[in-house]
């Protein structure tokens, strides 16, 4: 299973100041050959759970409704994901962003522009999600592409489809790395990890 590692990295934002700094942070097991174990409890979970999701797509869907239902869901989704990251936007700023978007303007406020790109990435993701039900294998590529809609038409717009160099984490707002509640995987694991995940996807089919 994942272990805790230690790293060194320039941190802006420890107890100890700046500079380069070691901290702790979580590093998932290779997932290629791993063949897990479920117990009885979690594949009940698992049948029940893909009932429900069975259930949400065999309900009657209009043209209208659906794309109405979309926007819905991925509007919902992105304003809780972006929280995560410290961003903060409402239903009716997105919605305001969205329009603003589709009719050629400018996105001015910075955090409605980057809770918008969130929306697209969840319908981008829930496309390449269709694309592997029906047969597509998913690569590290396309996970790049998925995160590049986020940052399309933003001030960080050079982020978008480049793996991370930096420490990550999560936490309360405004936490410092050494009080994050979780501390991502060191940016120079991130590489070989990605591999991991996608040799996984392709050793299953």
Sequence with gaps: MGSYVEARDWLV???????????????????????????NDAVNAVAIAG?????IATMPKTDVGGALADWMMARDESIRSSLIEGVEST??????????????????????????????????AVDLGKQMRDGHVCTADDIL????????????????????????????KGCRIDEASFVAPPPGDVPELLDDLEAARIDRL
Excluded: C
């Excluded at 009932?51 to 259930?55: M, P, Y």
């Excluded at 978007?101 to 319908?123: C, F, I, Y």
């Design 13 to 39: 934002g420890t107890t100890g100041g700046y500079g380069v700094r070691a901290y702790r942070a979580y590093r998932p097991h290779k997932i290629a050959d791993w063949d897990p174990v479920l117990g």
């Design 51 to 55: 009932d429900s999701i069975r259930g």
């Design 91 to 124: 239903g009716d700023a997105l919605a305001w962003a969205r329009y603003r978007e589709l009719s050629g303007q400018p996105v001015s406020d910075e955090n409605d522009a980057l809770t918008l790109g969130a929306s697209r990435q969840v319908a981008v």
């Design 145 to 172: 592409r998925v995160h590049a809609t986020l940052f399309e038409n933003t001030q960080q717009s050079d982020m978008g489809g480049m793996l991370r160099s930096e420490p990550i984490w999560v936490g309360p």
